[in-house]
């Protein structure tokens, strides 16, 4: 009789998943909030434009795919979405998000002690275990979502509740 060698899937990567889950109502709110018609607005000339950011924010949880089934990502070949309208942008992320669920049910405590390389056009920038790579990530969507919220604001656009009420959600 040969023995089953499945392997489980981890603690780990669900509490990832169930943090990332957090976060995903109140990031589709914003990109929902995105005039994709300023997609080059930018608030300082140092800032990157509306669209770069936004869909940043709508990309990360691809890269977070990427991260799982790739192992790396090369910013010299990496594909970006064509997106031109708000609802493009909106389906992108939620495209993303149906991919990194099914990614991250895959993961198990070794593949999450896997490496990750980051390069740009095959040179290495940083190499780090999966698990590091996952967890920043999504700490950067987060703060990039914080990012736009600045903007959004500053288009005079409805800032979502993410934590608790905004004044444009009945808040404060």
Known sequence: M???TKRSTSI???EYLRELESEVRATRECLEQVPMDQADWKPHEKSMPLNYLAMMVAEIPKWITYTIE???IDFGTFEHAKISTTEELVAAF???MVNVRKAIKTLTDEGLKETFALKNKGELLFSSPKDESISQSINHLVHH???LTVYLKMLDKKIPSIYGPSADSGGF
């Open 12 to 14: 780990i990567a669900a």
């Open 70 to 72: 790739k192992s790396e």
């Open 145 to 147: 979502r914080g990012q």
């Open 2 to 4: 040969q023995s089953s």
């Open 94 to 96: 939620d495209q993303n």
